[in-house]
């Protein structure tokens, strides 16, 4: 069975400085997707990065990079220089890979919810 | 905004009615998931059609259950309600896999908060 674990339920930061959301998962699948959403007050999940098991670079976005570990089965999430408009709920998630279909299911965490101090 | 539109925003229903949730899939998008995403929670996959067909089901009751239509929008139908139903109810569409990719991004709807009381 898939879990994704999101240990800190919430965070508070003070604009402009760093912050970093964890996410441990575990799954039996050698190859899997892993995935982070965030969840603004409206509600709609929006994608904000996928990554390939078999991928362990980690990515650079912006303010936003993602570190991805698979021998500590983690794949975190980092903000730099914080903004308010990144106060939102956030969510890692896991799907296996089977390569006749491509958009399995989405296994999520419980979330963090990130509020960010001006 | 995705394109994935979903109706109604919110819903009151009282133990035991039933409820109908639809979801119009973004232009393309032949694949529809529903989630369910408790207070506080992460969501939950409660099934998925592909053309019209169940492809995949979470661990839900059979009282949920749901419909594709020709034009790939779907319902998520709820008989029985019990006050644990309440939640917010979000679906997502995705497109075809095609050749030279692995994995056709899930997008989401804005969601239904349905209220049981």
């Known amino acids: 069975a898939q879990k994704v674990t999101q240990a800190q339920t919430e965070i508070s930061v003070v604009e402009k400085e760093d912050v970093t959301l964890d996410c441990v998962y575990e799954?039996?699948?050698?190859?899997?997707?892993l995935f982070w959403y965030k969840q603004p007050p409206s509600g709609e999940l929006v994608f904000l990065i996928r990554?390939?098991?078999?991928?362990?670079q980690n990515e650079i976005s912006g303010r936003y990079s993602w570190n991805f570990q698979k021998s500590t089965s983690s794949f975190n999430f980092t903000i730099t220089a914080s903004q308010v408009v990144d106060s939102a709920v956030y969510f890692c998630a896991l799907s296996e890979a089977r390569s006749n279909f491509g958009n399995e299911k989405l296994t999520f965490g419980t979330g963090t919810r990130l509020t960010i101090i001006p | 905004e995705t394109g994935v539109t979903q109706s109604p925003t919110h819903l009151i229903k009282t133990r035991g009615q039933q409820v109908t949730l639809r979801c119009s899939s973004q232009s393309g998008h032949n694949t529809v998931s529903w989630y369910q995403q408790a207070l506080g929670q992460g969501p939950q996959f409660i099934f998925q059609y592909y053309r019209e067909e169940e492809n995949g089901r979470g661990n839900f009751p059979p009282r949920f259950s749901g419909l594709q239509f020709p034009n790939y929008s779907s319902e998520l139908n709820v008989n029985a309600l019990e006050l644990d139903d309440s939640a917010l109810y979000l679906c997502?569409?995705?497109?075809?896999?095609?050749?030279?990719?692995?994995?056709?991004?899930?997008?989401f709807g804005p969601g239904t908060r349905l209220t049981v009381l």
């Open positions: 799954t039996r699948d050698t190859t899997y997707y």
């Open positions: 990554r390939n098991s078999f991928d362990e």
């Open positions: 997502a569409s995705s497109s075809p896999l095609t050749s030279g990719s692995s994995y056709n991004e899930q997008f």
